[in-house]
């Protein structure tokens, strides 16, 4: 069983810049694709990152491409997710999960508590 523990999240200004953490424990941890997600009250969870168990491939969504990446270190079980830039639309929860390499909440079997990131303007 894998367990994922999401950290970094803030209260912060626009144009700051975060990392949020998620720490995998468990069997196999490396061996998961991740993903990251945020939800937006009201809102759906949408997807924002993804990379792949060796770290070679990632797709972030186009709509923080230029902003934010994902990158993991197995050594460490731990994923990030750097955002720039920060805007006050930004703001939500945001989820780390373990699956498969994929955009849709439905890859991903395993899901972090959420962090929550508040952007002020």
């Known amino acids: 069983q894998v367990s994922l523990v999401g950290s970094g999240g803030g209260l912060v200004q626009a144009g700051d810049s975060l990392r949020l953490s998620c720490a995998a424990s468990?069997?196999?941890?490396?061996?998961?694709?991740m993903g990251w997600f945020r939800q937006a009250p009201g809102k759906e969870r949408e997807f924002v990152a993804t990379?792949?168990?060796?770290?070679?491939?990632?797709n972030v969504a186009n709509s923080v491409k230029d902003r934010f990446t994902v990158s993991r270190e197995n050594g460490k079980n731990t994923v990030y997710l750097q955002m720039n830039s920060l805007k006050p639309e930004d703001t939500a929860v945001y989820y780390c999960a373990a699956g498969s390499y994929g955009t849709s909440t439905s890859s991903y079997p395993l899901w972090g508590q959420g962090t929550q990131v508040t952007v002020s303007s």
């Open positions: 468990g069997r196999a941890s490396s061996l998961y694709g």
């Open positions: 990379i792949s168990w060796t770290g070679s491939s990632t």
